[in-house]
């Protein structure tokens, strides 16, 4: 891991739903919460099939000292961390991190667009609040499916009035990237956090626009990729390795789990190190990572085994470990 986790117990001292599948969680930690800048997350203990797991949440809004909120978006195909969370009533206890920030706001640029898709409001919440006390130039563009379905939008609103503008697909209005993207100030920075498909297609404008790759910002929740997954074999001929990949398993946890090494890190396609050479595909590979760029995902030489999968058939692979 990049950082060492530190658990603890909290309280759910309130459960609210924000949206019909997006549920607030107040959480008091018995230690009491750590102060935190916006972006920040935390992580909580889950239990899937009986197993210990956890899964990450980003902190909502800008905290009062006492408490954390995080807000989790119920997924349908998933291995069952969210369904585990939804299953928790008031005054459960679960374990919980101390907050972490791989999504920091850097402040002193001339303007910031921040773009939120779906569940991907939850960091932007701290995001606007700390901008708005700065007094910097600033925007939302909230996208989602319909107003019903957009968690907090209402105490946005509230709070930063014009800044925060709405593209719900069941009117119809799509969010012109491009346009967007034209009309920042040089300098500005665009922070986005949501879907997979939404977060390349504002790399590829911002590229073509001419901005500096590091002033678009980005978390990826590891969401789905274009293909729902599906269970394929994964190959590695050179360790005699041939092993099916289940619907609800990467093909890093099957490699693990058969005793394969398998360096890793962040386990959702952000840091690279766990990325493995294609030796051969038999149907498509769903690159579901931030880290290869496109044209390595065109050329499907590589593949990140911690969230991209194989779909209709099987992968051939070779690792970098060599005994
Ligand atoms: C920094 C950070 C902050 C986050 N903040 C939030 C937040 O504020 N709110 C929130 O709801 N979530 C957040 N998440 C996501 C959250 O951690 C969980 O991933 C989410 O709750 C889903 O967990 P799950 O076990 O239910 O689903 P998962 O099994 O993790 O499935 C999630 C998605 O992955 C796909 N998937 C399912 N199985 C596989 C598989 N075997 N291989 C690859 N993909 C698969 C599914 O299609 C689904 O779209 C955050 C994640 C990170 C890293």
């Given at each position: 891991?990049?950082?060492?986790?530190?658990?603890?117990?909290?309280?759910?001292?309130?459960?609210?739903?924000?949206?019909?599948?997006?549920?607030?969680?107040?959480?008091?930690?018995?230690?009491?919460?750590?102060?935190?800048?916006?972006?920040?997350?935390?992580?909580?203990?889950?239990?899937?099939?009986?197993?210990?797991?956890?899964?990450?949440?980003?902190?909502?809004?800008?905290?009062?000292?006492?408490?954390?909120r995080?807000?989790?978006r119920?997924?349908?195909?998933?291995?069952?961390?969210?369904?585990?969370?939804?299953?928790?009533?008031?005054?459960?206890?679960?374990?919980?991190?101390?907050?972490?920030?791989?999504?920091?706001?850097?402040?002193?640029r001339?303007?910031?667009?921040?773009?939120?898709?779906?569940?991907?409001?939850?960091?932007?919440v701290?995001?606007?609040?700390?901008?708005?006390?700065?007094?910097?130039?600033?925007?939302?563009?909230?996208?989602?499916?319909?107003?019903?379905?957009?968690?907090?939008?209402?105490?946005l609103?509230?709070?930063?009035?014009?800044?925060?503008?709405?593209?719900f697909?069941?009117?119809?209005?799509?969010?012109?990237?491009?346009?967007?993207?034209?009309?920042?100030?040089?300098?500005?920075?665009?922070?986005?956090?949501?879907?997979?498909?939404?977060l390349?297609?504002?790399r590829?404008?911002?590229?073509?626009?001419g901005?500096?790759?590091?002033?678009?910002r980005?978390?990826?929740?590891?969401?789905?990729?274009?293909?729902?997954?599906?269970?394929?074999?994964?190959?590695?001929?050179?360790?005699?390795?041939d092993?099916?990949v289940?619907?609800?398993?990467?093909?890093?946890?099957?490699?693990?789990?058969?005793?394969?090494?398998?360096?890793?890190d962040?386990?959702?396609?952000?840091?690279?190190?766990?990325?493995?050479?294609?030796?051969?595909?038999?149907?498509a590979?769903?690159?579901?990572?931030?880290?290869?760029?496109?044209?390595?995902k065109q050329s499907?030489?590589?593949?990140?085994?911690c969230?991209?999968?194989?779909?209709?058939?099987?992968?051939?692979?070779?690792?970098?470990?060599?005994?």
């Open positions: 891991m990049r950082y060492a986790l530190t658990w603890s117990t909290a309280r759910i001292a309130n459960i609210r739903d924000v949206a019909p599948t997006i549920r607030e969680f107040t959480l008091v930690p018995e230690e009491g919460a750590r102060p935190y800048a916006p972006g920040s997350h935390i992580n909580v203990a889950v239990v899937i099939d009986g197993q210990p797991d956890h899964r990450s949440y980003s902190l909502v809004g800008a905290g009062d000292g006492s408490c954390y995080i807000a989790v119920q997924h349908e195909d998933s291995r069952g961390g969210s369904r585990y969370m939804w299953s928790l009533p008031e005054g459960a206890r679960l374990s919980l991190t101390e907050p972490h920030n791989l999504f920091p706001l850097e402040f002193g001339p303007e910031y667009l921040l773009i939120a898709g779906g569940i991907g409001i939850t960091p932007m701290a995001m606007a609040s700390a901008l708005a006390r700065t007094g910097a130039s600033w925007r939302m563009i909230y996208v989602a499916k319909s107003l019903t379905d957009a968690a907090f939008l209402d105490d609103a509230a709070q930063h009035g014009a800044r925060i503008e709405t593209r697909s069941d009117e119809g209005r799509r969010l012109d990237l491009d346009a967007e993207i034209a009309a920042l100030a040089p300098e500005a920075q665009l922070y986005l956090c949501g879907p997979l498909r939404l390349d297609a504002a590829a404008s911002w590229a073509k626009a901005r500096a790759a590091a002033d678009l980005f978390e990826t929740f590891a969401s789905g990729g274009l293909f729902a997954p599906e269970p394929f074999r994964v190959k590695i001929p050179r360790l005699g390795v092993l099916e289940p619907v609800d398993r990467t093909i890093l946890d099957t490699l693990e789990a058969a005793g394969v090494d398998v360096m890793a962040c386990r959702r396609g952000e840091c690279g190190l766990c990325v493995l050479d294609v030796l051969g595909v038999e149907g590979i769903d690159h579901r990572d931030v880290f290869l760029s496109d044209h390595e499907n030489a590589k593949i990140c085994a969230v991209s999968r194989a779909v209709g058939g099987s992968i051939t692979l070779d690792t970098a470990y060599r005994p």
